[in-house]
Each structure stands twice: as C-alpha cells, then as structure tokens.
C-alpha cells in the first residue's frame, strides 16, 4: 500500500463503516492520522488490473517494548469483491509479511455480527479467545468485541 492507494483505500474503509459491524470507527481518519496509526510495514493492497479490491494492515497494540511483537489486524474488502476470496488473499500476505517482520502473534477484534470475518479469521488459523462484553459504544449502542489470535509457529519459538 503506497500514500497514493488512500483516495481508493478509504473508500472502501468507508464501505465497511457502512455495514455497522467492521470497526467502531463512525468517519475516515485523514491518511496522516490513519498513516501515524499503523505500522510501516504490513500494509497491503490487493489489486485487479488498476481497481483496489481490498487492503489489510497492522496497528501496534501498544507503545510497550513488550508488545512490539504483536499487531492488531485489519482487513477490508470491497463490496463488489467480497466472497471471492480476497480477504483470504490478503490475510495469507499478511500472515506471512507479519511473520518476515518479526511478529509473533497477530490478532482481531470481531464484532460478533460479522460473521464472515470471523470465518475468515478461523480458516486462517486464528483461534477464539474470548468475548469481552460492551467494550464500546458504536452510534450510542454498546457492542461486544470477540477476541481472535494467531500465534506464527516460526517466530518467537
């Protein structure tokens, strides 16, 4: 994903916000804001002739050294390509880029309602951790956030 990917990118985050169920996020941060946000790395486009389908990055879960080996996830799909295997495309390239990075374990937060992420997320070999109950509030509504993880079985062994 380069700076010049963010007029197609947001778009399709704004996809996603639109559904209710893919972040607690309610706008689109400016590429600046998005860009501090996330890693440098671990930033995907998936990409048909000259059309974005989808992108996937990584977000630190903490500015704690301890944490440097953990990324938080993001993945969205277009609305015109979803179910067709983008999403699975983008989480093997991120797995692996994740893995070259150093990472050892990666993980989501899921709203229970989008369900196709969460299968996404189990075929990937992310593993289910918990519920955490009412974390956030989303348009005034409290939502719960099921937890998933995938630990790489080369890094951090």
């Known amino acids: 994903m380069e700076a010049s990917d963010w007029d197609a990118v947001s778009k399709i985050y704004t996809e996603g916000i639109a559904t209710g169920f893919a ?10 804001a998005w860009d501090a946000a996330h890693m440098q790395t671990c930033r995907l486009v998936a990409v048909t002739g000259n059309t974005i389908l989808g992108w996937a990055a990584l977000s630190p879960v903490s500015s704690r050294c301890v944490y440097g080996g953990i990324g938080e996830v993001s993945v969205y799909v277009s609305s015109n390509a979803r179910g067709k295997g983008v999403g699975k495309l983008l989480m093997q390239t991120l797995i692996q ?16 309602e989008n369900e196709g ?4 997320h189990k075929k990937m070999g992310f593993r289910y951790i918990g519920k955490r109950e009412r974390v956030g509030k989303l348009d005034g509504v409290w939502k719960d956030n099921l937890l998933f993880e995938r630990r790489s079985e080369t890094v951090g062994t």
């Open 23 to 32: 972040t607690f996020e309610t706008s689109i941060p400016t590429y600046e």
């Open 97 to 112: 880029e994740s893995e070259a990075e150093g990472l050892w374990t990666i993980q989501s937060g899921i709203f229970p």
């Open 117 to 120: 992420s969460i299968e996404l």
